[in-house]
């Protein structure tokens, strides 16, 4: 059996899979992050940990399975947030969260040092963003400047994770690809953005995705009941770990997550189609192949923002909040297709692939008196499925043939969803039978470090399957193909009041 974490924006999931795949046990342990300015957000490092060890606790209860058969725990998380530790491993100040935009100003002054083609080669990063783990270390250096000196390790959140279980600080080049530390290719720390900083000494070791951290702390074993000859594997990021555990281990597959981001993934073997089209890639979990993986900052967030904002008699009928998305699936379901014209600009952390524009803003267009909340709903799922369009001709622009779209995320629990999805996008979209894909590809490397498989793609072979299968519907592609291409004039029409605007 094998124990898996993904440490997301606002929860934590810890899963317990055995050899064949088959989820065993699962738990979800929700947090709130802390926004204490427009576009700051941040939490304390110690509800990460916590989560993840109550989540590992409960987990393992709900199974009903000996602890002691557990053969290694594996994990993933958010890209970017960054956390900041001292020399008795104490927290010098919350970590800042990926979706934070403070360092903006930062991000425009490296612009003008670093040239963005520079940048773009050596990282696999499109833009010079303030979400970057650089430049965020670059705006605490200015408005904070006490932190670093005190900052003995500074990690990303699933090096963290590992670190407290085993002691050993380590992360790879597919986790810390979007810090901007990283020459990816190279496999080792790009001097150019590191050493200005002054903070080589405090950065992991660099190991590959798979490979074994450590053991297990003994009180960490103890505590949990496992055996202390329990290995930790390393993974990546937490849309990495899900291309695996949905089996894109091949050239030409397509994933796509819509949870709290929208990200796709694809595999690629090649570098220069990915270069020419200027895409978003980094170092795949396989050796000598690229995962190109886009994403936009906002998706699934949004329609949790909505239920939390506006949701409230929605919630009480469902009898909570986990279940009143069912009954805004129902609203939205009672919205023509288009939402009677309804268009919604998801921009609401600023926007990524393929806009790169951190002024970004939410809008919804085309309001009148007809309008309620059915159409709101609606309009959250399909401006989802416009983002999705958006990247996917992107990526076939490069050349890349694209068959279907496996989909992952809580929005695809969705018949409703997954069906706009492959209307506005003209591609069917195929729902995994194992949602928990980014947990169980942890446990897929994990299975393959200690010798259970040979091979990556023999793992996933054996423990990935796939589920329902949604075909373009015929009849509304006249619709999708106006608003489509309305919702792209919007953009583009507001993008310069963005940025005159923005804060």
Request: a negative charge; proline letters at 5%.
């Given at each position: ?283 795949h979990a396989l050796a000598g192949k690229y995962l190109i993986l886009p994403y936009a900052q906002t998706s699934g ?115 409703l969803w997954l069906q706009i999805k492959a209307d506005i996008c ?78």
């Amino acid at each position: 059996m094998y124990l898996s974490f993904d440490v997301g924006t606002t929860s934590v999931k810890t899963a317990l899979f055995d050899r064949q795949g088959r989820l065993l046990a699962k738990a979800i342990k929700d947090y709130t992050l802390d926004s204490p300015r427009v576009d700051w957000y941040e939490v304390d490092p110690g509800v990460y940990w916590r989560a993840v060890i109550e989540g590992f606790k409960e987990t393992l209860a709900g199974s009903g399975a000996d602890p002691k058969q557990v053969k290694a725990v594996g994990g993933c998380s958010q890209g970017e947030t960054v956390v900041f530790l001292d020399e008795g491993d104490a927290s010098v100040r919350p970590a800042i969260v990926w979706i934070d935009n403070r360092a903006r100003i930062e991000a425009e002054e490296l612009k003008g040092q670093i040239d963005t083609e520079e940048f773009y080669r050596k990282t696999g990063c499109t833009e010079i963003e303030a979400t970057w783990t650089l430049l965020k270390v670059h705006w605490l250096r200015r408005h904070e400047p006490g932190t670093l000196p005190k900052t003995k390790r500074l990690l990303l959140v699933a090096d963290y994770i590992d670190y407290l279980l085993t002691g050993r600080p380590t992360t790879t080049p597919t986790l810390s690809q979007s810090t901007g530390f990283v020459d990816i290719h190279a496999g080792d720390y790009w001097s150019r953005t590191v050493d200005p900083l002054g903070i080589r000494d405090s950065l992991p070791e660099i190991v590959p995705v798979g490979s074994v951290v450590g053991r297990l702390k003994a009180s960490v074993a103890d505590e949990l009941g496992l055996s202390r000859e329990t290995i930790v594997v390393k993974g990546a990021m937490d849309q990495t770990m899900s291309t695996i555990g949905a089996g894109n281990v091949a050239p030409g597959i397509v994933t796509e997550t819509t949870g709290t981001a929208l990200a796709i993934g694809v595999t690629a073997e090649e570098i220069e189609p990915i270069h020419d089209n200027h895409l978003a890639y980094q170092p795949h979990a396989l050796a000598g192949k690229y995962l190109i993986l886009p994403y936009a900052q906002t998706s699934g967030i949004l329609y949790k923002w909505f239920r939390n904002t506006f949701g409230a008699e929605e919630v009480r009928k469902a009898g909570g909040a986990e279940e009143a998305y069912e009954e805004l699936n129902r609203l939205a379901a009672q919205a023509p297709a288009g939402s009677d014209g309804l268009v919604l600009l998801p921009f609401f952390a600023g926007a990524y692939s393929p806009e790169n524009d951190m002024h970004a803003k939410g809008v919804w267009y085309g309001l009148t008196l007809a309008h309620d909340k059915r159409h709101f709903s609606r309009s959250i799922m399909e401006s989802v499925g416009y983002m999705l369009r958006r990247i996917l001709e992107q990526i076939q622009g490069a050349g890349i043939p694209i068959e279907e779209v496996r989909c992952m995320g809580g929005a695809a629990r969705s018949d409703l969803w997954l069906q706009i999805k492959a209307d506005i996008c003209g591609l069917p979209m195929v729902r995994m039978k194992e949602e928990e894909t980014s947990t169980l590809g942890c446990a897929l490397l994990a299975a393959v470090a200690v010798g259970d498989y040979g091979s990556v793609d023999q793992a996933a072979g054996a423990m990935v399957s796939l589920g329902r299968r949604f075909e373009p519907a015929p009849g509304d592609e006249a619709i999708y193909q106006r608003l489509f291409e309305l919702y792209g004039e919007l953009y583009g029409s507001l993008k310069p009041v963005f940025r005159k605007y923005s804060s």
